[in-house]
Protein backbone atom coordinates (compact mmCIF):
# COMPACT_ATOMS: atom_id res chain seq x y z
CA UNK A 1 0.00 0.00 0.00
CA UNK A 2 2.92 2.19 0.89
CA UNK A 3 4.66 1.73 -2.49
CA UNK A 4 0.96 2.19 -4.24
CA UNK A 5 1.11 6.07 -2.51
CA UNK A 6 4.59 6.14 -3.62
CA UNK A 7 4.48 9.49 -5.99
CA UNK A 8 0.93 10.26 -5.38
CA UNK A 9 1.39 13.50 -4.19
CA UNK A 10 3.58 14.79 -6.67
CA UNK A 11 1.10 13.66 -9.31
CA UNK A 12 -2.12 15.67 -7.42
CA UNK A 13 0.38 18.75 -7.14
CA UNK A 14 1.11 18.74 -11.15
CA UNK A 15 -3.28 18.38 -11.69
CA UNK A 16 -3.31 21.63 -8.95
CA UNK A 17 -1.61 23.27 -11.09
CA UNK A 18 -2.80 22.14 -14.83
CA UNK A 19 -5.99 23.51 -13.09
CA UNK A 20 -5.50 26.61 -11.36
CA UNK A 21 -2.40 28.07 -13.28
CA UNK A 22 -4.40 30.96 -14.11
CA UNK A 23 -2.87 33.00 -17.13
CA UNK A 24 0.00 30.67 -16.79
CA UNK A 25 -2.29 27.38 -17.48
CA UNK A 26 -1.22 27.25 -21.41
CA UNK A 27 2.94 27.39 -20.26
CA UNK A 28 1.57 24.85 -17.32
CA UNK A 29 0.00 22.74 -20.05
CA UNK A 30 3.14 22.62 -22.95
CA UNK A 31 5.52 22.02 -20.29
CA UNK A 32 4.48 19.22 -18.49
CA UNK A 33 3.35 17.43 -22.41
CA UNK A 34 7.24 18.08 -22.85
CA UNK A 35 8.37 16.95 -19.53
CA UNK A 36 6.09 13.82 -18.98
CA UNK A 37 4.94 12.25 -22.68
CA UNK A 38 6.99 11.10 -25.20
CA UNK A 39 5.80 10.14 -28.68
CA UNK A 40 7.42 8.30 -32.08
CA UNK A 41 8.24 11.41 -34.15
CA UNK A 42 7.52 11.52 -38.27
CA UNK A 43 11.07 9.81 -38.21
CA UNK A 44 9.99 7.01 -36.00
CA UNK A 45 12.41 7.82 -33.12
CA UNK A 46 11.39 8.08 -29.45
CA UNK A 47 11.00 12.30 -28.15
CA UNK A 48 9.20 14.32 -25.77
CA UNK A 49 5.47 16.02 -27.22
CA UNK A 50 6.71 19.55 -27.55
CA UNK A 51 4.13 21.47 -28.66
CA UNK A 52 4.27 22.47 -32.60
CA UNK A 53 2.69 26.03 -33.96
CA UNK A 54 -0.42 24.24 -34.16
CA UNK A 55 -0.73 22.90 -30.85
CA UNK A 56 0.41 25.94 -29.05
CA UNK A 57 -2.27 28.26 -30.95
CA UNK A 58 -5.33 25.49 -29.51
CA UNK A 59 -3.71 25.70 -26.01
CA UNK A 60 -3.80 29.87 -26.12
CA UNK A 61 -7.20 30.12 -27.68
CA UNK A 62 -9.05 27.16 -25.92
CA UNK A 63 -11.92 27.33 -23.96
CA UNK A 64 -14.31 24.78 -22.38
CA UNK A 65 -16.18 23.42 -25.22
CA UNK A 66 -14.22 23.60 -28.35
CA UNK A 67 -14.38 22.70 -32.15
CA UNK A 68 -11.56 22.18 -34.52
CA UNK A 69 -11.12 22.20 -38.63
CA UNK A 70 -7.74 21.14 -39.92
CA UNK A 71 -5.76 19.85 -42.46
CA UNK A 72 -4.30 16.50 -42.23
CA UNK A 73 -1.57 15.16 -39.73
CA UNK A 74 -1.17 18.53 -37.82
CA UNK A 75 -1.00 16.74 -34.64
CA UNK A 76 -3.95 17.78 -32.89
CA UNK A 77 -5.41 13.98 -32.10
CA UNK A 78 -2.31 13.18 -30.03
CA UNK A 79 -1.96 16.87 -28.27
CA UNK A 80 -5.74 16.39 -27.30
CA UNK A 81 -5.01 12.82 -26.35
CA UNK A 82 -2.03 13.73 -24.34
CA UNK A 83 -3.65 16.93 -22.74
CA UNK A 84 -6.49 14.62 -21.63
CA UNK A 85 -4.08 12.25 -20.35
CA UNK A 86 -2.13 13.95 -18.48
CA UNK A 87 -5.46 15.71 -16.60
CA UNK A 88 -6.69 12.22 -16.06
CA UNK A 89 -3.35 10.76 -14.40
CA UNK A 90 -3.08 13.88 -12.29
CA UNK A 91 -6.25 14.03 -10.25
CA UNK A 92 -8.95 11.82 -8.32
CA UNK A 93 -12.43 10.69 -10.15
CA UNK A 94 -11.44 11.31 -13.31
CA UNK A 95 -13.18 9.77 -16.36
CA UNK A 96 -11.73 10.73 -20.19
CA UNK A 97 -13.24 9.62 -23.27
CA UNK A 98 -11.94 9.61 -26.43
CA UNK A 99 -14.53 8.70 -29.61
CA UNK A 100 -12.24 7.82 -32.78
CA UNK A 101 -14.63 7.69 -36.03
CA UNK A 102 -13.62 3.99 -36.45
CA UNK A 103 -12.49 1.00 -34.37
CA UNK A 104 -8.98 1.01 -36.62
CA UNK A 105 -9.15 4.63 -35.55
CA UNK A 106 -9.62 4.03 -31.54
CA UNK A 107 -7.28 1.36 -31.55
CA UNK A 108 -4.23 3.45 -33.52
CA UNK A 109 -5.27 6.27 -30.58
CA UNK A 110 -5.03 3.86 -27.59
CA UNK A 111 -1.50 2.60 -28.78
CA UNK A 112 -0.39 6.20 -28.51
CA UNK A 113 -1.94 6.76 -25.36
CA UNK A 114 -0.51 3.65 -23.88
CA UNK A 115 2.88 4.62 -25.26
CA UNK A 116 2.06 7.93 -22.96
CA UNK A 117 1.81 5.51 -19.82
CA UNK A 118 4.45 3.43 -20.77
CA UNK A 119 7.27 6.20 -20.64
CA UNK A 120 6.12 7.33 -17.78
CA UNK A 121 8.77 6.83 -15.14
CA UNK A 122 8.59 3.40 -13.35
CA UNK A 123 7.68 4.49 -9.32
CA UNK A 124 4.41 5.98 -10.82
CA UNK A 125 3.80 3.28 -13.44
CA UNK A 126 4.49 0.22 -10.31
CA UNK A 127 2.66 3.19 -7.44
CA UNK A 128 -0.31 5.32 -8.27
CA UNK A 129 -0.34 4.77 -11.94
CA UNK A 130 -0.43 0.79 -11.85
CA UNK A 131 -3.55 -0.33 -14.15
CA UNK A 132 -6.38 -2.36 -12.57
CA UNK A 133 -7.39 -3.27 -16.07
CA UNK A 134 -5.57 -1.80 -19.41
CA UNK A 135 -7.46 -3.95 -22.22
CA UNK A 136 -7.70 -2.39 -25.90
CA UNK A 137 -9.51 0.72 -24.97
CA UNK A 138 -9.35 1.03 -21.49
CA UNK A 139 -7.38 2.24 -18.95
CA UNK A 140 -8.05 2.18 -15.56
CA UNK A 141 -6.01 3.40 -12.38
CA UNK A 142 -7.28 2.43 -9.24
CA UNK A 143 -5.63 4.63 -6.69
CA UNK A 144 -6.79 7.47 -8.25
CA UNK A 145 -10.01 6.03 -8.69
CA UNK A 146 -9.81 7.26 -12.66
CA UNK A 147 -9.98 6.23 -16.17
CA UNK A 148 -9.09 7.04 -19.82
CA UNK A 149 -11.20 5.12 -22.65
CA UNK A 150 -11.26 5.29 -26.09
CA UNK A 151 -14.10 4.20 -27.71
CA UNK A 152 -15.12 3.66 -31.82
CA UNK A 153 -18.40 6.21 -32.74
CA UNK A 154 -19.86 2.73 -34.75
CA UNK A 155 -21.22 2.28 -31.43
CA UNK A 156 -24.31 4.52 -30.86
CA UNK A 157 -24.34 3.72 -27.62
CA UNK A 158 -20.94 5.34 -27.09
CA UNK A 159 -20.57 7.02 -23.62
CA UNK A 160 -24.06 5.99 -22.31
CA UNK A 161 -24.10 6.08 -19.10
CA UNK A 162 -21.14 7.47 -17.98
CA UNK A 163 -20.59 10.56 -16.18
CA UNK A 164 -17.38 12.27 -17.77
CA UNK A 165 -14.69 15.22 -16.89
CA UNK A 166 -12.82 15.22 -20.27
CA UNK A 167 -14.19 14.24 -23.37
CA UNK A 168 -12.50 14.34 -27.09
CA UNK A 169 -14.40 13.83 -30.24
CA UNK A 170 -12.67 12.38 -33.25
CA UNK A 171 -13.11 13.06 -37.14
CA UNK A 172 -16.58 13.60 -36.51
CA UNK A 173 -17.24 14.42 -39.29
CA UNK A 174 -16.39 10.96 -40.48
CA UNK A 175 -18.58 9.41 -37.89
CA UNK A 176 -21.10 6.45 -39.41
CA UNK A 177 -24.97 6.02 -38.74
CA UNK A 178 -26.66 8.76 -36.89
CA UNK A 179 -24.15 10.62 -36.23
CA UNK A 180 -26.22 13.62 -34.42
CA UNK A 181 -27.87 10.58 -32.43
CA UNK A 182 -24.33 9.62 -30.75
CA UNK A 183 -23.17 13.16 -30.15
CA UNK A 184 -25.89 13.59 -28.10
CA UNK A 185 -25.79 10.89 -26.19
CA UNK A 186 -21.73 11.78 -25.46
CA UNK A 187 -23.15 14.81 -24.59
CA UNK A 188 -25.73 14.48 -22.01
CA UNK A 189 -22.55 12.21 -20.48
CA UNK A 190 -20.13 15.24 -20.12
CA UNK A 191 -20.66 17.08 -16.43
CA UNK A 192 -20.98 20.61 -16.75
CA UNK A 193 -17.91 21.64 -15.58
CA UNK A 194 -16.35 19.14 -18.38
CA UNK A 195 -14.31 20.12 -21.24
CA UNK A 196 -15.28 19.09 -24.65
CA UNK A 197 -13.11 19.16 -27.86
CA UNK A 198 -14.33 17.81 -31.41
CA UNK A 199 -11.84 18.08 -33.84
CA UNK A 200 -12.45 16.93 -37.63
CA UNK A 201 -11.30 17.55 -41.48
CA UNK A 202 -14.17 18.40 -43.80
CA UNK A 203 -16.04 16.13 -44.95
CA UNK A 204 -18.72 18.42 -47.28
CA UNK A 205 -21.41 21.10 -46.14
CA UNK A 206 -24.17 18.40 -44.46
CA UNK A 207 -23.53 16.23 -41.43
CA UNK A 208 -23.39 16.59 -37.45
CA UNK A 209 -20.01 18.21 -37.67
CA UNK A 210 -20.97 20.96 -40.03
CA UNK A 211 -23.94 21.80 -37.43
CA UNK A 212 -21.74 21.86 -34.98
CA UNK A 213 -19.15 24.54 -36.79
CA UNK A 214 -21.88 26.36 -38.07
CA UNK A 215 -23.72 27.25 -34.98
CA UNK A 216 -20.45 27.08 -32.46
CA UNK A 217 -21.09 30.69 -31.32
CA UNK A 218 -24.39 30.35 -30.32
CA UNK A 219 -23.71 27.06 -28.56
CA UNK A 220 -20.02 28.78 -26.40
CA UNK A 221 -18.07 26.80 -28.56
CA UNK A 222 -14.36 28.13 -28.95
CA UNK A 223 -13.55 27.53 -32.83
CA UNK A 224 -10.16 27.22 -34.01
CA UNK A 225 -9.48 26.92 -37.60
CA UNK A 226 -5.64 25.20 -38.31
CA UNK A 227 -5.07 25.40 -42.51
CA UNK A 228 -2.17 23.37 -44.06
CA UNK A 229 0.25 25.75 -43.96
CA UNK A 230 0.63 25.97 -40.26
CA UNK A 231 2.50 22.61 -40.03
CA UNK A 232 6.57 23.39 -41.02
CA UNK A 233 7.12 20.02 -42.76
CA UNK A 234 4.46 20.97 -45.05
CA UNK A 235 7.33 22.47 -48.11
CA UNK A 236 8.63 21.24 -51.49
CA UNK A 237 10.58 22.60 -54.49
CA UNK A 238 10.29 25.96 -54.95
CA UNK A 239 8.25 27.29 -57.87
CA UNK A 240 9.40 30.42 -59.94
CA UNK A 241 7.70 33.73 -58.95
CA UNK A 242 7.08 34.08 -62.74
CA UNK A 243 5.54 30.81 -62.97
CA UNK A 244 2.70 31.11 -59.84
CA UNK A 245 -0.58 31.99 -60.58
CA UNK A 246 -2.88 34.48 -60.01
CA UNK A 247 -4.55 32.46 -57.15
CA UNK A 248 -1.45 31.09 -55.75
CA UNK A 249 -0.14 35.25 -55.71
CA UNK A 250 -3.09 36.07 -53.59
CA UNK A 251 -2.59 33.08 -51.26
CA UNK A 252 1.20 34.35 -50.85
CA UNK A 253 0.04 37.80 -50.26
CA UNK A 254 -2.71 36.94 -47.78
CA UNK A 255 -0.71 34.72 -45.44
CA UNK A 256 2.82 35.19 -46.01
CA UNK A 257 3.72 31.69 -47.20
CA UNK A 258 6.93 31.38 -49.21
CA UNK A 259 6.86 29.77 -52.87
CA UNK A 260 8.01 25.95 -51.55
CA UNK A 261 4.94 25.99 -49.79
CA UNK A 262 3.78 27.04 -52.80
CA UNK A 263 5.46 23.93 -54.09
CA UNK A 264 3.71 21.55 -51.47
CA UNK A 265 0.14 22.83 -52.79
CA UNK A 266 0.84 21.98 -56.71
CA UNK A 267 1.81 18.25 -55.17
CA UNK A 268 -1.63 18.43 -52.98
CA UNK A 269 -2.89 19.31 -56.41
CA UNK A 270 -1.31 16.30 -57.98
CA UNK A 271 -1.79 13.94 -55.81
CA UNK A 272 -5.66 14.72 -54.33
CA UNK A 273 -7.32 16.13 -57.16
CA UNK A 274 -10.48 17.61 -56.22
CA UNK A 275 -10.12 16.12 -52.38
CA UNK A 276 -6.69 18.64 -51.93
CA UNK A 277 -9.37 21.70 -50.23
CA UNK A 278 -11.14 18.68 -48.28
CA UNK A 279 -7.58 17.39 -46.78
CA UNK A 280 -5.87 20.31 -46.66
CA UNK A 281 -7.94 23.03 -45.33
CA UNK A 282 -6.88 26.98 -46.79
CA UNK A 283 -10.49 28.15 -45.69
CA UNK A 284 -12.94 27.67 -42.88
CA UNK A 285 -16.02 27.79 -45.68
CA UNK A 286 -14.27 26.83 -48.44
CA UNK A 287 -12.79 23.85 -47.03
CA UNK A 288 -16.60 22.55 -46.39
CA UNK A 289 -18.38 23.67 -49.16
CA UNK A 290 -15.57 22.04 -51.78
CA UNK A 291 -15.22 18.70 -50.19
CA UNK A 292 -17.06 15.45 -50.43
CA UNK A 293 -16.49 14.97 -53.91
CA UNK A 294 -20.06 16.73 -54.93
CA UNK A 295 -21.70 15.66 -58.20
CA UNK A 296 -22.01 19.41 -59.50
CA UNK A 297 -20.33 22.02 -59.91
CA UNK A 298 -19.84 23.77 -56.21
CA UNK A 299 -19.48 27.25 -57.00
CA UNK A 300 -22.68 27.54 -59.34
CA UNK A 301 -24.62 25.91 -56.77
CA UNK A 302 -22.85 28.34 -54.33
CA UNK A 303 -24.06 31.38 -56.16
CA UNK A 304 -26.95 29.61 -56.63
CA UNK A 305 -27.58 29.78 -53.17
CA UNK A 306 -27.20 33.22 -52.44
CA UNK A 307 -29.85 34.56 -55.40
CA UNK A 308 -32.01 32.12 -53.61
CA UNK A 309 -35.34 33.74 -53.10
CA UNK A 310 -38.41 33.11 -50.60
CA UNK A 311 -40.88 31.83 -51.71
CA UNK A 312 -44.42 34.09 -52.45
CA UNK A 313 -46.42 31.83 -50.83
CA UNK A 314 -46.12 28.31 -48.52
CA UNK A 315 -49.02 26.33 -47.59
CA UNK A 316 -49.01 23.15 -45.61
CA UNK A 317 -46.88 24.59 -42.67
CA UNK A 318 -44.27 25.72 -45.11
CA UNK A 319 -44.06 22.48 -46.83
CA UNK A 320 -45.27 23.82 -50.11
CA UNK A 321 -43.42 26.63 -51.08
CA UNK A 322 -45.01 28.99 -54.32
CA UNK A 323 -42.88 31.07 -56.40
CA UNK A 324 -44.86 31.45 -59.48
CA UNK A 325 -48.77 31.06 -59.23
CA UNK A 326 -49.98 29.41 -61.93
CA UNK A 327 -50.70 31.67 -65.55
CA UNK A 328 -53.71 29.84 -67.29
CA UNK A 329 -52.89 28.32 -70.98
CA UNK A 330 -49.56 28.07 -69.83
CA UNK A 331 -48.21 24.14 -69.37
CA UNK A 332 -47.09 22.41 -66.28
CA UNK A 333 -45.25 20.09 -65.41
CA UNK A 334 -45.32 18.26 -61.67
CA UNK A 335 -42.63 15.47 -60.89
CA UNK A 336 -42.87 13.71 -57.52
CA UNK A 337 -40.61 11.44 -55.27
CA UNK A 338 -42.77 9.40 -53.32
CA UNK A 339 -41.60 7.79 -49.44
CA UNK A 340 -43.59 5.98 -47.07
CA UNK A 341 -44.20 8.97 -45.14
CA UNK A 342 -42.25 8.06 -41.89
CA UNK A 343 -41.39 11.19 -39.99
CA UNK A 344 -37.94 9.33 -39.13
CA UNK A 345 -37.61 9.03 -42.79
CA UNK A 346 -37.24 10.34 -46.47
CA UNK A 347 -39.43 12.84 -47.48
CA UNK A 348 -42.10 13.02 -50.03
CA UNK A 349 -40.75 15.80 -52.62
CA UNK A 350 -42.55 17.12 -55.86
CA UNK A 351 -41.25 19.82 -58.27
CA UNK A 352 -43.62 22.40 -60.27
CA UNK A 353 -42.29 23.31 -63.30
CA UNK A 354 -42.93 25.46 -66.93
CA UNK A 355 -42.65 23.70 -69.94
CA UNK A 356 -41.60 26.35 -72.02
CA UNK A 357 -39.19 27.96 -70.15
CA UNK A 358 -38.05 25.00 -67.61
CA UNK A 359 -38.44 27.48 -64.19
CA UNK A 360 -39.17 26.31 -60.97
CA UNK A 361 -42.56 27.26 -59.83
CA UNK A 362 -43.53 24.92 -57.02
CA UNK A 363 -41.77 22.66 -54.31
CA UNK A 364 -43.40 20.18 -51.87
CA UNK A 365 -41.24 18.19 -48.91
CA UNK A 366 -43.04 16.52 -46.50
CA UNK A 367 -42.92 13.38 -44.53
CA UNK A 368 -46.70 12.39 -46.47
CA UNK A 369 -47.38 8.82 -48.20
CA UNK A 370 -49.61 6.69 -49.73
CA UNK A 371 -53.50 8.13 -50.30
CA UNK A 372 -52.60 11.94 -48.59
CA UNK A 373 -49.63 12.08 -51.19
CA UNK A 374 -52.04 10.95 -53.46
CA UNK A 375 -54.51 13.76 -52.75
CA UNK A 376 -51.84 16.51 -52.27
CA UNK A 377 -50.51 15.80 -55.81
CA UNK A 378 -53.73 15.20 -57.34
CA UNK A 379 -54.81 19.42 -55.44
CA UNK A 380 -51.64 20.96 -57.02
CA UNK A 381 -51.67 19.34 -60.49
CA UNK A 382 -55.09 20.24 -61.13
CA UNK A 383 -54.56 23.78 -59.76
CA UNK A 384 -51.55 23.85 -62.32
CA UNK A 385 -54.09 23.69 -65.14
CA UNK A 386 -54.11 19.61 -64.98
CA UNK A 387 -50.10 19.84 -65.43
CA UNK A 388 -48.73 16.58 -66.29
CA UNK A 389 -47.98 14.80 -63.71
CA UNK A 390 -44.66 12.25 -63.26
CA UNK A 391 -44.66 9.40 -60.41
CA UNK A 392 -41.33 7.92 -59.64
CA UNK A 393 -42.82 4.45 -59.85
CA UNK A 394 -40.38 2.59 -58.02
CA UNK A 395 -41.34 1.43 -54.28
CA UNK A 396 -43.81 3.39 -52.81
CA UNK A 397 -44.41 5.48 -55.95
CA UNK A 398 -46.83 2.27 -57.41
CA UNK A 399 -49.32 2.45 -54.50
CA UNK A 400 -49.36 6.68 -54.99
CA UNK A 401 -50.05 5.79 -58.44
CA UNK A 402 -52.91 3.35 -57.76
CA UNK A 403 -54.41 6.09 -55.23
CA UNK A 404 -54.34 8.88 -58.55
CA UNK A 405 -55.79 6.76 -60.70
CA UNK A 406 -58.67 5.04 -58.96
CA UNK A 407 -59.48 7.24 -55.96
CA UNK A 408 -58.22 10.65 -57.38
CA UNK A 409 -59.44 10.13 -60.88
CA UNK A 410 -56.32 11.84 -62.04
CA UNK A 411 -55.75 10.22 -65.46
CA UNK A 412 -52.79 13.00 -67.15
CA UNK A 413 -50.49 10.63 -66.35
CA UNK A 414 -46.62 10.33 -67.11
CA UNK A 415 -46.11 6.91 -68.91
CA UNK A 416 -42.90 4.95 -69.61
CA UNK A 417 -43.10 1.66 -71.20
CA UNK A 418 -44.56 -0.78 -68.95
CA UNK A 419 -46.62 1.71 -67.34
CA UNK A 420 -47.96 4.88 -65.66
CA UNK A 421 -44.58 6.65 -63.78
CA UNK A 422 -41.15 7.32 -64.19
CA UNK A 423 -39.03 4.30 -63.29
CA UNK A 424 -35.77 5.79 -61.18
CA UNK A 425 -32.70 2.58 -62.76
CA UNK A 426 -29.01 2.85 -63.56
CA UNK A 427 -29.81 4.33 -66.63
CA UNK A 428 -32.11 7.22 -66.41
CA UNK A 429 -30.79 8.61 -62.85
CA UNK A 430 -27.31 9.46 -64.30
CA UNK A 431 -28.67 11.25 -67.16
CA UNK A 432 -31.64 13.05 -65.58
CA UNK A 433 -28.88 13.97 -62.69
CA UNK A 434 -26.48 15.18 -65.55
CA UNK A 435 -28.61 17.30 -67.35
CA UNK A 436 -29.60 19.36 -63.46
CA UNK A 437 -25.89 19.44 -63.64
CA UNK A 438 -25.26 21.27 -67.18
CA UNK A 439 -28.30 23.32 -66.75
CA UNK A 440 -27.32 24.78 -62.84
CA UNK A 441 -24.22 26.08 -64.90
CA UNK A 442 -25.59 27.23 -67.75
CA UNK A 443 -29.33 28.13 -67.12
CA UNK A 444 -28.95 28.83 -62.88
CA UNK A 445 -32.29 30.98 -62.89
CA UNK A 446 -34.46 27.78 -63.33
CA UNK A 447 -33.65 27.02 -59.71
CA UNK A 448 -35.26 29.19 -57.13
CA UNK A 449 -35.41 26.78 -53.87
CA UNK A 450 -32.68 26.91 -51.13
CA UNK A 451 -33.56 24.15 -50.07
CA UNK A 452 -32.96 22.48 -53.46
CA UNK A 453 -29.66 24.14 -53.85
CA UNK A 454 -28.68 22.78 -50.06
CA UNK A 455 -29.47 19.18 -51.47
CA UNK A 456 -27.19 19.39 -54.61
CA UNK A 457 -24.41 20.70 -52.28
CA UNK A 458 -24.80 17.60 -50.41
CA UNK A 459 -25.35 15.24 -53.41
CA UNK A 460 -22.25 13.29 -53.67
CA UNK A 461 -20.35 10.65 -56.03
CA UNK A 462 -19.67 7.12 -54.65
CA UNK A 463 -16.60 5.10 -54.89
CA UNK A 464 -18.60 2.67 -56.42
CA UNK A 465 -19.80 4.97 -59.08
CA UNK A 466 -23.07 5.95 -57.98
CA UNK A 467 -23.97 8.75 -56.45
CA UNK A 468 -26.46 10.03 -53.47
CA UNK A 469 -27.37 12.15 -50.66
CA UNK A 470 -24.43 12.17 -48.43
CA UNK A 471 -25.31 10.55 -44.93
CA UNK A 472 -27.57 12.72 -42.62
CA UNK A 473 -29.09 14.42 -46.01
CA UNK A 474 -31.41 14.10 -48.23
CA UNK A 475 -32.15 14.20 -52.32
CA UNK A 476 -35.93 13.75 -52.23
CA UNK A 477 -36.31 17.54 -53.81
CA UNK A 478 -33.71 17.25 -55.96
CA UNK A 479 -34.70 13.79 -57.57
CA UNK A 480 -38.13 15.26 -58.31
CA UNK A 481 -36.35 18.52 -59.78
CA UNK A 482 -34.12 15.96 -62.17
CA UNK A 483 -37.53 13.55 -62.92
CA UNK A 484 -39.40 17.08 -64.00
CA UNK A 485 -36.67 18.55 -66.15
CA UNK A 486 -36.17 14.78 -67.41
CA UNK A 487 -40.01 14.48 -68.25
CA UNK A 488 -39.78 18.47 -69.66
CA UNK A 489 -37.15 17.16 -71.90
CA UNK A 490 -38.66 14.30 -73.38
CA UNK A 491 -42.17 16.60 -74.52
CA UNK A 492 -39.80 19.15 -76.24
CA UNK A 493 -37.94 16.41 -78.32
CA UNK A 494 -40.75 14.11 -78.92
CA UNK A 495 -44.21 16.41 -78.48
CA UNK A 496 -46.98 14.97 -76.23
CA UNK A 497 -47.10 11.13 -77.04
CA UNK A 498 -46.00 10.03 -73.76
CA UNK A 499 -48.96 11.54 -71.83
CA UNK A 500 -52.07 9.79 -70.95
CA UNK A 501 -55.28 11.45 -70.84
Known amino acids: ?15 RTLRTGGDSTEITSIALAKLLLRIRDRDGRESPLIANAVQAAFERKRG ?6 KARQMGMTTWIAGRFFLRTITARGVLTVLVAHTQDAAESIFRLVQRFWQCLPD ?26 RVLSAANENAGRGLTVQYMHLSEV ?12 GLRAALVPSGELVMESTPNGAHGCFYEEWQHAEEKGTVRHFFPWWLEPAYFAAPVAMEDLREDELALMRGHCLSTAQIGFRRTLESSYRGLRVQEFAEDADLCFRTSGECCFDVEAVERRLGEAKMPLETRRGGALRIWMPPVPGKEYVLAADPAGGSPDGDYSAAQVIDVETGIQCAELQQHIGGLELARVLASLAREYGGALLAVERNNHGTAVLAYL ?3 ERYTRLYEQPGGAGWLTNAATKPAAIDRIAVQLVDQPWLFLSRTLMEECRTFLRRTNGSSGAAGGAHDDCLMAMAIAQAVRAELLESGPHRRRY
Open 1 to 15: MERQYAGLEELLEYG
Open 64 to 69: QRNIIV
Open 123 to 148: HWRAGPLKRSRANVGQMVFPALDSEF
Open 173 to 184: SRWPGDAAATLA
Open 405 to 407: TMV
